[in-house]
Structures are given as C-alpha cells and as structure tokens.
C-alpha cells in the first residue's frame, strides 16, 4: 500500500533550528515499515500554521492525494494536528480525502473506522484548535509585552531599518530596530522628492518611483512602484513611531486603536516633514480634489470655468499642436451652436491670470484689507456663536432639571417605571445628545492666526517671484490652493478665492521667509457665509 507523508513545524525558524521534523519523518518511516506501508513521498511544511490552508507542501499534497486514481491509499501524519489545527477544516479536508478513497492515519492518535472512532477524531480535532488558539492568545500576549520593551518581534523589518542582537541576560538576547543607512538615504530622498523634487514644486509618487528605479534603487531587490512610494510616505515608523499588533494576521482588518502597542525606534525623517507630506497628500486625495487636477501640467485645468454656460474650460489644439487654446466643454462636447464664449489662447489666458493675481490681488494694501475684512467677518459670527451658545446651555439645564425631576419621582414611589416613563427618559436623552452635538461643532472652530505686516509684506513679495516663474510649477500649486474658480466670459475674467485659505498660506510663514505651496484646510464656519464653503 503505497502512502504519503505529511510533516510541518510552525515557523521557518522552528525547521532551520529545531530537530521536529526529521523526527516525525523518523518516526512515521518506522511506522509504516512495521505496518507494512510503503512510502512513496513525503511532503515536508518548513514553516506554516495549521490553522489555515495558505501552506505549499499541504495544497500540493491534497492536490495529489486527490488525484482520479489516486497515486496513495493513506495520508499518514506524526498526530491529527500536524494535519490541521482548525476543527472545521479538519473535517472538510478528511471528507474530501474519504471521498477520493485515501484514509488520514495518526500514528500516535490511533481510532477506528466506526463511529466512536469518528467521534474520537472530532474531539481529538476539538483539543487541537483549543490548544492552538490557547498557544497563539498566550504568545500574542508575550510579543506585545516584548513590544512595549521597545524589542522586535522577528517579522522583517521596514524599508529602511535592520535588526540588531541585543544581550537581555545571561542565556537571552532579543532584537531592536536600528538605521540601515543605505535604505535610509532612499527613504530621505523620497520625503525630500515628494516635497520639493528637481524644480522645488514637488514630484508625485509615481514620477519618484520612476526616478529611483532609472538611478538602479531598489526596495530590496524589486522594483519600485507607486503603491511603495505612497507606503513610505504614509509610515509613521519613519519619525520614530511603530504600532504593533495593529492588524490581524488572518483577516488583514484593522484592530481597535486601544489594542496598538506603540514602540519608540530611531527617527529616520523629522516630525515637521513628515506632517508636512501627510497634509499635501491628503491636499491631493482624489477625495478632495480630481486627480485630473493634480497631475495635469495645464495651468487652470479644473477651475477655469465658463462664464456663460459654466462648463469647464478644457484645452484644445490648433494647427497640429501648434496653437493651444481654453474652448468651453460645452463646445467642444456638444456643438459650437449651444454656447457663444469664444476660445482663449492659453499663454494669453495664463499670463493675464498670473500677472492680475500678481500684481493686483496679491499685494501688501490688498491682502491687509482681506484679512481685516476676514476677521471682522469671524468676529461678529463669534458674537452671533456666543449668544447661541448660551441658549443651549441654557436648553442643556433645562433638561438636566427635568430628567433629574423623573428620577427623583421614580425614587420616591410616586411613578411606577413602567414603558411610558422610559420613552419620557430616552426622550429627554435624545435632546441631551442633540444640544451636545451642537455645542460640540462650536467648540471645534478655530480661530484666525495672529498675522504681522511684515508677514504679509514676506509673503506677498515671494509669492510675486513664483506666480511669474512659469517654470518652477508653482503658479498651479497655488492656484489650487487659494483659487476657487476663474469665470472667462469673452475677454472679461472673474477670479474668486478663499480669504482663510489666504490667511493660513500668510500664516505659514513665520516659519522661515521663504514659503511653501500652503496645506489645503477645511471650512471652520457651520453655514454658508460670504467668505467661507461648507465645512465638509
């Protein structure tokens, strides 16, 4: 009787560094000679768990096994849970073998072919998948313990980092995060690519993944590609912050923030960096703004808009691609007949833009006088805020009284707490929870940076130089950014903006005199107004 033998440890180091598995091989190769089996393979598992099918030896095994006729009558294991460690599975598995005429055989779990036999199977399978998950609650509670130390749990580490062997005591050594230093100048160079690029307007994932792999860089000996580029830039690990057990290793879901361990490594960029990366990619996440936008080279692609019909104002070519033009979508979609704007010529339209916004919008007097404007606007919405405020602390009260009435009633045996109390109570908590909803989106309003003539004077003077430097890229980052739309109606131009977008580029900088394209922010105002979106 020809068989196949099936043997597995859990992990890779468990095969490289442990004695398991040549003795299972041992001991069911003397099994079977005793038996009476002959041995036509054996399949060997360096390194899997048992409580899922991901394991190569055991698919191939089955897939043999399973074979129309099948090249073995038994599959013969050390004990059932070399097999498999979930009880369900288990059972799915044996059947599919039964099926093809091919028996399971434990040489150290030995049952009959009756039905105690197969009784004894499914509790001898029960045992198997308690005790794994018994072993796997336990080691999960030593490696989070082994992560709160600030030591390495074995996994492979992140681009960037390596592992150093660390002496804990006489007979103990355990691991930590260190810099590698060649990975580290490649995770550098993409924050700093990402930021600023070759021109200083910042280059996207994919142009730095091409860079890297022209300059022969690879993420470990694979290429790299945009989805690598965004997970550098998005890994907290890189200022010095590493979460473990932040995901489950058999579903891929997120885990609940309270069950994250946090564990302190070397900072390979600074804080400011990174916060800086995080604000511009979520600036230009297809959930903010189309990604048409962010990667056209046009310069008013997605807010230059027709004045007549509001249609977008899309590029078009003339003469073979010598002459580009702003035509109006409905135009050059639907028919020349449904709208009478006429098509601009691109230089012309760009330059007309760049200089006005240059030289008239952006000035010193001006934006002085956007920003007076802008915080006499918050102010009296704050005065406004203040009175509506103290109604509802007021409502608040109220409704504290009258829910601390309803118990004392209750206390004092003069209502029974039956079905109509306690709508009356879960009434009375719904107001609770609508009048704190409402108090909460007045506390989440931030309020107008304290902003310096000379501030303004700095900005103004270095936004000149960028908006007429058509080459540096900048005049579109900050079109995007302090720009809500520009209406082209024959040869007139209508350009609207945000004055707290405005307000926060001015604010940003205090932190040197040179400035940066400014982070995109959110409405902090409830309702329409005349200066402000809506907040979501």
């Not at 899997?48 to 394991?55: I, L, P, Q, W």
């Not at 980092?161 to 007979?171: G, N």
């Not at 203040?386 to 602390?393: P, V, Y």
Request: charged share 30%; proline share 3%.
């Amino acid at each position: 009787m020809a068989v196949a033998l099936y043997g597995r440890v859990s992990t890779v180091r468990q095969f490289e560094k442990d004695l398991s598995i040549p003795d299972q091989i041992k001991q069911m190769r003397e099994w079977c000679e005793q038996h009476g089996y002959v041995v036509a393979k054996a399949f060997i598992e360096k390194g899997a768990s048992g409580t899922d099918d991901r394991r190569p030896a055991f698919q191939e095994l089955i897939a043999e096994a399973c074979q129309k006729p099948s090249p073995y009558e038994a599959v013969i294991v050390h004990s059932l849970s070399r097999f498999y460690r979930d009880s369900l599975e288990f059972a799915l598995y044996e059947r599919r073998l039964n099926q093809c005429g091919v028996k399971l055989i434990s040489i150290t779990q030995q049952t009959s072919d009756d039905p105690s036999g197969e009784m004894a199977r499914k509790i001898f399978s029960i045992f198997d998948e308690y005790q794994s998950k018994e072993n796997g609650k336990h080691t999960l509670r030593a490696m989070r313990e082994n992560a709160r130390q600030g030591y390495w749990n074995g996994s492979r580490p992140p681009f960037g980092y390596t592992t150093e062997v660390v002496t804990v005591s006489k007979d103990k050594v355990k691991k930590r995060l260190v810099i590698d230093e060649m990975e580290a100048r490649i995770v550098r160079q993409i924050f700093e690519g990402y930021l600023r690029g070759d021109s200083g307007a910042g280059q996207g994932a994919k142009l730095i993944a091409t860079e890297l792999n022209r300059l022969g860089y690879t993420h470990r000996g694979t290429t790299w590609t945009r989805g690598r580029v965004h997970e550098v830039l998005s890994n907290s690990t890189y200022v010095g912050d590493f979460y473990f057990n932040r995901v489950c290793n058999k579903t891929g879901e997120k885990k609940p923030e309270a069950e994250w361990i946090h564990m302190s490594v070397p900072a390979i960029i600074d804080r400011n960096t990174f916060e800086t990366v995080q604000q511009r990619k979520a600036s230009r996440s297809a959930d903010v703004v189309n990604p048409a936008i962010v990667g056209s080279k046009t310069l008013l692609t997605g807010i230059a808009k027709c004045g007549l019909c509001g249609a977008g104002m899309t590029l078009v070519t003339g003469k073979g691609g010598k002459y580009r033009y702003y035509k109006c979508a409905t135009r050059t979609c639907k028919g020349n007949h449904l709208c009478e704007n006429p098509a601009m010529p691109m230089d012309k339209l760009d330059d007309a833009i760049l200089g006005l916004l240059a030289e008239q919008v952006f000035t010193p007097e001006r934006v002085m006088a956007m920003l007076t404007e802008l915080r006499g606007e918050i102010e009296a919405c704050q005065n406004k805020e203040k009175n509506e405020i103290a109604g509802l602390q007021k409502e608040m009260e109220e409704l504290d009284k009258a829910t601390a009435r309803l118990y004392e009633a209750v206390e004092k045996g003069l209502f029974p707490l039956d079905q109509t109390l306690r709508v009356r109570s879960e009434k009375l908590q719904a107001q609770r929870e609508e009048v704190v909803s409402k108090m909460n989106r007045f506390s989440r309003r931030r309020a107008l940076p304290e902003i310096q003539a000379g501030q303004v004077s700095n900005f103004c003077k270095a936004l000149r130089e960028k908006l007429l430097d058509r080459s540096s890229g900048f005049g579109k980052a900050y079109l995007n950014c302090l720009v809500n739309e520009v209406r082209v109606t024959g040869g007139e131009v209508l350009v609207t903006g945000s004055k707290e977008k405005l307000a926060m580029a001015v604010a940003d900088t205090k932190k040197g005199t040179s400035i940066e394209v400014p982070k995109s922010v959110l409405g902090w105002l409830p309702d329409l107004g005349s200066n402000q979106g809506p907040t979501d």
